[in-house]
């Protein structure tokens, strides 16, 4: 089932260029690449083994990919796509609550498939998670920068 879950969200995030066609905010192209690389980042990262980091988490490389990853690529697009030019210390706090905002219904997803029986997940790691989700996200978001061109601040 989590599975199933992980393919209809990738295959949403593909699709996110044709439904940003319609949006009234749309100010500038975005390069569609970085939709498409999240999708992929993210059902990718479900067929990673687990590297058991620690004895506390078992999805860690998970969360660092489908989590960080995924968040910085799409982050970067709708920057890109919005027109937002921020400091760099406000750009840094937007990413920390876009990934923010993505791991805490990542969890709460976890949650509810767990409760209604749907999966069977560990649920004691959400800290974890959650690390791996940030730590996940600033490091790509910064590999992203080097090499897409933002608008000037």
């Known amino acids: 089932m989590l599975l199933i879950c992980a393919l209809i969200v990738a295959l949403t995030t593909v699709l996110i260029p044709r439904f940003v066609r319609y949006l009234p905010l749309r100010k500038h192209q975005a390069p569609a690449f970085l939709p498409l690389m999240a999708g992929i980042v993210f059902f990718g ?52 609550a876009w990934t923010s905002a993505f791991g805490v219904a990542s ?35 910064l590999i992203i920068k080097k090499s897409v061109s933002f608008p000037q601040s």
Do not use: C, M, R
């Open 107 to 141: 969890e709460l997803a976890e949650f509810t498939l767990l409760k209604l029986h749907l999966t069977n997940i560990n649920i004691e790691d959400t800290g974890w998670d959650l690390l791996a989700n940030s730590s996940g996200a600033f490091l790509s978001y």
């Open 45 to 96: 990262a479900f067929l990673v083994p687990d590297i058991h980091i620690t004895d506390e988490t078992q999805t860690f490389q998970q969360h660092f990919i489908g989590g960080g990853i995924y968040t910085a690529l799409l982050y970067s697009y709708f920057k890109l796509l919005l027109g937002w030019k921020t400091h760099w210390t406000i750009d840094l706090l937007l990413l920390f």
